[in-house]
């Protein structure tokens, strides 16, 4: 089973409205939790991570996430979201100690004009 | 500029055959890592190595074998025993033991069985 969930395989949403992504992780202790996009055809691009400290994390072309350890939780939002934003997005999770990222299967955004 | 390099860009195979595909990155990561891409089931590590001459299975490797001869170079050798090798390839590399550093990834290959 994966460590890392991401709950819904498509998100729609319009131009200018706000956009959640959501990802739920397992890792016990102090995990580090990453966000990737991919645009087609193309390798994976580092949005933001969480390693410690602020639980609100601000990322590359407006995006953040915040992360709640009570809900295990590390949802990806922008306030108002761009066509340009459509794309794939995975929520990765990686041991503290450790090196081997383990990803969501990913959620496609459809942001409409 | 740093980063890391994946071609063919896309690459068509004959039923039977063996295709390699080339990944070669000038970040200085120790560690390099192949995963698959499927629609609809995200990413699944085939092989993984986290130092010259030394390489792990992930999750997904029959069918699949690897090479690292050098730091820089991580090819997958995609063999005749996969039987269902359509599928976009990613590279990526990392920092061994800094697993805050992220992954740096290729911009992938996409493989067709013709």
């Known amino acids: 089973a994966q460590s890392v969930a991401q709950p819904e395989d498509q998100v729609n949403v319009a131009e200018g409205n706000p956009l959640t992504v959501k990802c739920t992780y397992s890792?016990?202790?102090?995990?580090?939790l990453f966000w990737y996009v991919q645009y087609p055809n193309r390798g994976l691009q580092f949005l933001l991570k969480y390693i410690t400290g602020d639980n609100l994390v601000k990322g590359s072309y407006g995006f953040e996430a915040e992360f709640n350890k009570s809900q295990t939780s590390f949802h990806l939002k922008k306030p108002s979201a761009l066509v340009s934003d459509s794309a794939l997005y995975f929520c990765s999770e990686v041991k503290a100690a450790g090196n081997k990222l383990t990803f969501g299967g990913g959620t496609r955004v459809l942001v409409k004009p | 500029d740093g980063g890391i390099t994946q071609s063919p860009k896309y690459l068509f195979r004959k039923e039977g055959q063996n295709v390699t595909l080339s990944c070669e990155q000038n970040l200085n990561h120790d560690a390099m890592y192949w995963y698959r891409q499927d629609p609809g089931q995200g990413l699944r590590l085939i092989y993984y190595s986290q130092i010259v001459n030394d390489f792990q299975k992930g999750d997904i490797a029959e069918g699949y074998s690897v090479s690292r001869e050098k730091k820089e170079s991580f090819p997958l050798t995609v063999t005749s025993a996969q039987k269902n090798p359509t599928a976009f390839y990613l590279c990526?590399?990392?920092?061994?033991?800094?697993?805050?550093?992220?992954?740096?990834f290729g911009s992938g290959t996409r493989l067709t069985v013709v």
């Open positions: 890792v016990s202790g102090n995990p580090y």
């Open positions: 990526a590399s990392s920092v061994p033991g800094q697993g805050a550093s992220g992954y740096t």
